[in-house]
């Protein structure tokens, strides 16, 4: 599960730098899930499975010539202490950032955890 998410945050990065607009990911279950959530929050402008779904393409955005993703940090839980309440979440990232939590009830962004007043383990932060 780890290493296929490292490897998206990885390739993306990689594209970003080169200026690419596209990038091919390995296919997990995860991955087609966080790149729902930013397809939906507009931070991609989409991604395609393959036939044999082994691989992701992902079509990455750009606003004003500029990519749409500045930074991307992927945080591997490493024990139960990466578990963060909903009080942590609120007073280490507030609405500043978009980020990515895996709760009880499944992937949800930051501020999703802040209307369901969920807490859970930080996967993905995007600035």
Known sequence: MNTSLS???GLIKLNLARRKLNAKVPYSNLNFNILKILYY???IRGFKVTASSTKIFVFLKLNYFKSSIQD???FCPKNKHSYLTYKKLIRFYGLKHFGIVSTNSGL???EQCFLHKKGGI???LIK
Request: glycine fraction near 6%.
């Open 7 to 9: 490897q998206l945050v």
């Open 41 to 43: 929050e507009g931070y």
């Open 72 to 74: 991307i940090a992927y």
């Open 108 to 110: 949800m962004t930051i």
């Open 122 to 124: 930080l996967i993905l």
